[in-house]
């Protein structure tokens, strides 16, 4: 069957792939494949900066964004022939470590985790794949393909609920939400702080293109400057990994304000930074950055739940480009105006 591939460790090696029928080791439900979403971790794996194959094998079928359409499920699965579905990423070590074994393998201490299209095990980018009932999420059939957004939005549900966790470290009644960028992860962070009730302001470079409007039409803020922002952000969400712009938003939080770093610079810069005066700010104004990554198993749920609640219109204008799986390689290269590009794998 056809894949898409990649031989990690090796740039450009990208390519419509033939391998064999998924193994039933990977799991008792056999998925037939739908979309597979692309990021940009996808993108730096294409490039040979990071991910790691299967034992015994020289490549890897990637795609961690998934949704599927079931063929077989067994008894018992909670799915049925025709059910849609996403597949969760992460497995947990097989030691485990102590947050493996509650199941917070996002969390994982040692490193000895799996993930799905990205360390150690094929991912769901295939015309089949298969997967365990305890890691297939279904997916109701109202959201259709835009139940590709969930593993992108788990890891938004994920970063929330840290947000939470560490503002309720005292009182906490965030107003004003700030976002920098308006990518997927961005805007889906968005989406989400809308949903809650705050005000939201979302910083991006882009002037033209659909962002600045599907921003607006959240009922949020665009900005191209930091410097217009009026007031002082309780919660940044910051999606784009830019160092500069991780500390400048950091400056802006008042007390108790927590700001959560969600996003990765492919190319780290230096810059240069008055860490003593930084650190002071946050000492004394008991502000708080926290990473996040990946996501449980729950915040999937909590997910699908997001994008129930989502306009479906305004869902389906995140998804601004879909390719065939015999040219997928074509979606690692950004055109104007791409937000979230699929890999259709049935065509």
């Not at 102590?98 to 015309?127: H, Q, S, V």
């Amino acid at each position: 069957m056809r894949a898409m591939t990649v031989v990690p460790g090796k740039a450009d090696s990208a390519s419509v792939g033939e391998v064999p029928e998924p193994a039933e080791s990977d799991g008792s439900i056999l998925v037939e494949g739908l979309l597979a979403g692309i990021c940009g971790t996808d993108i730096e794996m294409c490039s040979g900066l990071f991910g790691s194959g299967r034992q015994g094998s020289d490549k890897l079928v990637i795609g961690h964004e998934s949704l599927g359409r079931v063929l077989e499920a067994p008894a018992g699965s909670g799915l049925t022939t025709g059910d849609l579905v996403a597949g969760i990423v992460r497995r947990p070590d097989p030691v485990p470590c102590p947050a493996c074994a509650r199941g917070e393998w996002d969390f994982c201490r040692n490193g000895l985790y799996t993930e799905r299209g990205i360390k150690e095990m094929d991912g769901y980018g295939a015309e089949r794949w298969r997967v365990d009932p305890y890691y297939a999420v279904p997916v109701p059939g109202q959201l259709g393909r835009l139940g590709v957004l969930v593993e992108p939005a788990s890891i938004l549900a994920k970063a929330w609920e840290q947000v939470d966790q560490v503002g309720a470290r005292s009182w906490y009644g965030p107003e004003h939400v700030l976002v920098t960028g308006a990518g997927p992860i961005g805007l889906l962070a968005a989406l989400i702080a809308t949903q809650r009730g705050y005000t939201v302001h979302v910083l991006d470079l882009a002037t033209d293109g659909p962002k600045p409007q599907l921003v607006r039409d959240l009922g949020a803020e665009y900005l191209n400057d930091l410097a217009d922002l009026q007031v002082a952000p309780d919660v940044v969400i910051e999606a784009t990994g830019a160092g500069r712009l991780v500390v400048d938003c950091a400056k802006l939080l008042p007390p108790a304000g927590v700001m959560c770093l969600t996003g990765i610079s492919p190319s780290p810069a230096a810059i240069d930074v008055q860490l003593d005066a930084l650190t002071r700010q946050l000492v004394v104004r008991n502000a708080a950055l926290v990473g996040s990554v990946n996501a449980a198993k729950r915040h999937y749920a909590e997910a699908v739940d997001v994008l129930l609640a989502a306009d479906p219109a305004w869902l389906e204008r995140l998804i601004t480009r879909s390719v065939p799986l015999s040219d997928w390689p074509t979606a690692l290269v950004k055109e104007p105006g791409d937000i979230k590009v699929v890999v259709d794998l049935q065509r």
